[in-house]
């Protein structure tokens, strides 16, 4: 055994390497639950907030997704193509559009939240309620100050 190894980094077991693989993982689920509506994780993210508030502009979109504006407007071009929501001018300002659901888009928030329910319940398979509540806890605070938070580079 080397020497040094006691002092080698563990990072199957770092805080940011599970974080990263129970992030992956979670898409996955996800990504398998809203494959038969031709969807996307993040674009099931951004319907999402429309379900919740609609008629939110492009920058409260990204706002609250925590996603840059570039990323945010090749997601909402693509739902826009598969007539999931429409841009509608802003009435207070001329270079702003709120983002809206069709009928359509408004249609398939039952089944995509099932579809969400049965992520969940597949991602947290062994933690019970308490547990899962407890992690919730937990990545709120380590979620940290809403921000976009842009990729390192090295």
Not at 25 to 49: C, K, M, N, V, Y
Not at 67 to 80: A, C, K, N, P, S
Not at 89 to 96: T, V
Request: hydrophobic fraction near 35%; charged fraction near 30%.
């Amino acid at each position: 055994m080397n020497a040094g190894y006691k002092d080698m980094y563990d990072i199957e077991n770092s805080i940011g390497f599970l974080l990263s693989k129970g992030y992956q993982r979670s898409w996955a689920l996800l990504r398998e639950e809203i494959d038969q509506f031709d969807l996307t994780p993040p674009q099931f993210g951004l319907l999402a907030f429309l379900w919740l508030e609609d008629g939110l502009t492009q920058t409260e979109l990204s706002e609250k997704g925590q996603i840059d504006r570039t990323t945010i407007g090749g997601l909402i071009d693509r739902l826009e193509k598969t007539g999931l929501v429409e841009r509608r001018q802003h009435p207070q300002d001329r270079r702003a559009y709120k983002i809206h659901l069709t009928k359509r888009g408004r249609d398939l928030e039952g089944p995509l939240c099932e579809c969400a329910r049965r992520t969940l319940a597949r991602f947290t398979k062994g933690l019970n309620e308490q547990e899962v509540n407890e992690l919730r806890r937990m990545l709120l605070i380590l979620r940290g100050e809403r921000s976009v938070y842009d990729f390192p580079t090295c």
